[in-house]
């Protein structure tokens, strides 16, 4: 029962691990388009306060007066902040390959990105090096995790040898 139970939990593993390097794959797809379109509106709000005669925080700092201005000001402020980490996390995971993406589980912080992409996900064949490697790696942890909890579980009812 604890081997049978064990390889359920190896496979198990395999199949969720090996899909990893797809799934990065396509946050990484929608990440670089919401990079592409955040940079797009903070070169036209920059446009927009150049003209003006403006720089960007000074720009930021005239949208006052209003509810309406004091709520877009923090809009453009917090898309600011974000295209910033996004690029930092878009640079870092370009030039990670699909090894070193498992490695880099802090550099898929957005949360609305990864609800996106965990919506429309669909499982690959694990056909890619990495697939088959992070399968097995996978097949592995689970094997042992399984198998450790249910040794720990089983362990108070084992039969002692009597010497």
């Known amino acids: ?39 797009e509106v903070t070169t036209e709000f920059d446009a927009s306060a150049t ?4 720089s960007r925080e000074e720009a930021l700092a005239s949208m006052s007066g209003t509810e309406f201005l004091g709520y877009r000001q923090e809009d453009m402020r917090r898309a600011f902040t974000r295209l910033d980490r996004l690029s930092s996390d878009l640079a870092l995971l370009r030039e990670a390959g699909p090894y070193e993406r498992i490695l880099l589980p802090h550099r898929f912080t957005d949360t609305a990105l990864l609800q996106a992409t965990w919506t429309d ?20 942890g689970g094997w042992a995790a399984i198998g450790g909890l249910l040794s720990l579980i089983f362990a108070p009812f084992r039969r002692r040898a009597r010497y």
Do not use: C, H, N
């Not at 390097?21 to 396509?26: A, R």
């Open 1 to 39: 029962m604890l081997k049978v139970m064990s390889l359920a939990g190896g496979l198990a593993g395999a199949a969720g691990l090996s899909q990893f390097p797809e799934f990065s794959q396509q946050y990484l797809q929608r990440l670089a388009g919401q990079v592409d379109a955040l940079t």
């Open 51 to 54: 003209k003006a005669g403006l």
């Open 121 to 140: 996900f669909e499982p690959a064949m694990p056909v890619t090096t990495a697939g088959l490697s992070t399968a097995g790696a996978g097949f592995v």
